[in-house]
């Protein structure tokens, strides 16, 4: 006879007595981000907001193909931005991420992240933020996301949504020529 206590989703740790009444615990995967989000004007800092996120099935589904079934390794990703204020799900996917994209800003693509490398189960662009030289057509940000494909606006793609994030209050009264600046640490964990 087996029984488990199931100490939540969040945690991922499970403890289970075996057919022999020994407990036995069992570690499980989590992976998660922290976004930070800085809105600049003429070199001030006006605004920076940092907030935790959902990593979508769409992204932990690639990582497990490309790390565990021979799956192609996505080499380069991208930081996109959204207008709206919606809440990010685990069931998002890239042809439908449930936000809309904010594509106001005078870059052709979407800027690359470039990250540091992994170090203590973590990678971040926070050496290297994702920037956004805004112009004027979108004056709030609420969140955003990692994604495969660099084209602006793109959803068609055959591309992967990657973690998202809506921010408790949104960047507001942005103008022409500010710039809003983002980093993402990405980061694993055997809990």
């Not at 206590?5 to 022999?20: D, M, P, Q």
């Not at 793609?157 to 710039?179: C, N, Q, R, Y």
Request: hydrophobic share 35%; glycine share 10%; charged share 15%.
């Amino acid at each position: 006879m087996s029984q488990k206590l199931n100490l939540g989703s969040l945690a991922g740790y499970e403890i289970s007595k075996s057919n022999g009444g020994l407990p036995v615990a069992r570690q499980k995967l989590s992976i998660g981000s922290i976004w930070t989000m800085e809105h600049w004007r003429k070199n001030h800092l006006l605004n920076k907001l940092v907030t935790e996120n959902v990593v979508t099935d769409e992204f932990i589904n690639h990582n497990l193909d490309a790390v565990l079934s021979g799956g192609t390794q996505i080499t380069s990703w991208y930081v996109c931005i959204f207008s709206d204020n919606y809440i990010p799900v685990a069931t998002d996917t890239y042809a439908s991420p449930g936000y809309t994209e904010a594509t106001g800003y005078d870059e052709t693509t979407r800027p690359q992240w470039l990250d540091g490398g992994v170090s203590n189960k973590s990678i971040t662009n926070e050496s290297n933020k994702a920037t956004f030289t805004m112009d004027g057509t979108n004056t709030d940000i609420y969140g955003c996301s990692l994604v495969s494909v660099a084209t602006k606006g793109d959803t068609a793609g055959g591309g992967i949504l990657g973690p998202s994030a809506l921010f408790d209050s949104a960047i507001t009264g942005i103008l022409d020529d500010d710039i809003v600046k983002v980093y993402v640490t990405v980061t694993g964990s055997d809990v």
